[in-house]
């Protein structure tokens, strides 16, 4: 176990250069494709899981938005696959990583902005001022609309960055804590060992769960701008 409690979330190193940019292109080698007629077992699991998650977001969208649904689901792969690669022993998880939330966020929220000024002008300037409101409010009001449209992005991240951290320091600290409590008792060791299974086939649920909410919320997104 390491000493500092953070250490596992520091951006590894080779030979004094980060390696963080190998880190994220690796789970793009896990999705096998082919050219054949007929696919075997496991490309056809993953190709009627993508379809089911692409038809149940792409529902409610337009033609326009529906355009969008080969980035959505390239990006619920790879957060839901780095998130898993994360939890295996001495492995780093570039989701822990606010700054690249960050960089996954601000882009697709700024898109779907974007697109909803370019399409829908008139409803997107509606937004910032709701109808009814009295006149001595307009302006407060006005700032509030805009503080929680900027907060949009950093909701996205901080949600995916806490939710994974939180997860990571709880499997670090109880492990910690099982091998500690080894030699005071054992029995005491053990029921903290299976609170350690649990709580890591918990960790597999979130780590599948918050990929799909980050996706579900920047497709809901473009569905209030489209």
Known sequence: MNENLFSSFITPTM?????VILIIMFPSILFPSTNRLINNRLIA????ILHLTSKQMMTIHNRTGQKWSLMLMSLILFIGSTNLLGLLPHSFTP???????LGMAIPL???????GFRHKTKASLAHFLPQGTPIPLIPM????????????PMALAVRLTANITAGHLLIHLIGGATLALLNISITTSLITFIILILLTILEFAVALIQAYVFTLLVSLYLHDNT
């Open 15 to 19: 030979m004094g250069l980060p390696i």
């Open 45 to 48: 699991i993953q190709q009627w």
């Open 95 to 101: 989701t822990t990583q606010l700054s690249m939330n």
């Open 109 to 115: 929220w700024a898109g779907t902005v974007a697109l």
């Open 141 to 152: 009001l006005i700032i509030i609309e805009t503080i929680s449209l900027f907060i949009q």
